[in-house]
């Protein structure tokens, strides 16, 4: 898998590239998010580390830039940052997962692994195509349809929703939505599961009251 880098601090991102590749990933760097855009144009990866301090273009526009064109590729955001409506801000704006300066080195490769693994564990989900009241999942072409209309979904609400619509009226609880969605070898706050829920009920049109909260349990998708 091939990882863009962008991050102004050459030393921080050359840390990053050193550690990645000797995971076996092959990686790219930008200091500038300018450069980035024109870069995606020539060649996309399967995953970006975007840091939000950047010359040029800033990283909360930048993710946004980037979802908008393309919404599957996943990005872990990296924020110097401690407050947490940026962070909420950046889920909001579409980026998959997030992790703060300074960072373990290790669990940056570990979030990196987890946003950028296309096919989940055995079991987890429907793996053909689902087809739920007014919502079609084409999981090998990576669609979504809501009433004949193609939505644009981050891989992370995708497989929240392939998880959900493959398991309609199952409740799964916030800490299980992490472990199957996020894995176990990454640590993500509560938070973060509701902020790409709602994010992921916000895009499903008239079908977003199926995606039920139960309160002091978890979340449900209510069966057509």
């Not at 024109?38 to 993710?63: A, Q, V």
């Not at 509701?194 to 998708?221: A, C, H, M, P």
């Amino acid at each position: 898998m091939k990882i863009l880098i962008v991050d102004d601090e050459e030393d921080i991102a050359g840390l990053i590239q050193f550690h990645l590749e000797e995971e076996g990933f092959q990686t790219e760097v930008c200091h500038n998010g300018m450069e980035v855009l024109p870069r995606l144009e020539k060649h996309l990866p399967d995953g970006i580390i975007l840091d939000l301090m950047l010359p040029g273009i800033g990283g909360m526009d930048l993710c946004k830039r980037i979802k908008e064109k393309y919404p599957h590729i996943p990005i872990l955001m990296v924020t110097a940052k401690t407050g947490e409506t940026d962070v909420v801000l950046g889920l909001e704006l579409g980026a998959d997962d997030y992790i703060r300066k300074p960072f373990n080195i290790r669990e940056l490769v570990a979030r990196v692994r987890t946003v950028t693994r296309r096919t989940s564990e055995p079991g987890q989900e429907v793996q053909g195509t689902i087809s739920t009241g007014k919502i079609q999942i084409n999981p090998t072409a990576h669609k979504v349809f809501v009433e004949g209309t193609e939505i644009d979904l981050t891989l992370i609400e995708f497989k929240l929703l392939q998880l959900f619509a493959g398991n309609p009226g199952v409740a799964f609880s916030r800490d299980k939505l992490l472990d199957r969605i996020w894995g176990k070898d990454v640590f993500v706050t509560d938070r973060t599961v509701d902020v790409n829920i709602k994010r992921l009920r916000d895009k499903l049109l008239s079908e977003k009251e199926r995606l039920e909260t139960i309160r002091g349990v978890g979340y449900r998708f209510r069966d057509a």
